[in-house]
């Protein structure tokens, strides 16, 4: 089996920062892109950030100069800072990782659970 755990999410006034993570368990062979997405309050889900197993990232426009993606293969893990946090990034934030489980297997898309981030004003 394979998961995906977010954790760090909160509640936190405008401008404030929060760090989310997420790690990958179970019985893997390889993850390859790792994204975070969210969803607002009667909003369907968008993405906020890619980030490729080399570190490259990727970010919506919403997110840019605010937010900081990157991954920590050894303990498959990714990670988004986010600062100076407005009321309008209030959401949940998912984790999304495509992971290869064996080497007969493709990579396949992941979700984690979610986790709530409630920014203030």
């Known amino acids: 089996q394979v998961q995906l755990v977010e954790s760090g999410g909160g509640l936190v006034q405008a401008g404030g920062s929060l760090r989310l993570s997420c790690a990958a368990s179970?019985?893997?062979?390889?993850?390859?892109?790792m994204g975070w997405y969210r969803q607002g309050p009667g909003k369907q889900r968008e993405l906020v950030a890619t980030?490729?197993?080399?570190?490259?990232?990727h970010f919506a426009d919403s997110a840019k100069g605010r937010f900081t993606i990157s991954r920590d293969n050894a303990k498959n893990t990714m990670y988004l800072q986010m600062n100076s946090l407005k009321p309008e990034d209030t959401a949940v934030y998912y984790c999304?990782?495509?992971?290869?489980?064996?080497?007969?297997?493709?990579?396949?898309?992941?979700w984690g659970q979610g986790t709530q981030v409630t920014v203030s004003s």
């Open positions: 980030v490729t197993s080399g570190g490259s990232a």
């Open positions: 179970g019985s893997f062979l390889s993850i390859g892109d």
């Open positions: 999304n990782a495509r992971i290869r489980r064996t080497a007969w297997t493709g990579y396949n898309d992941y």
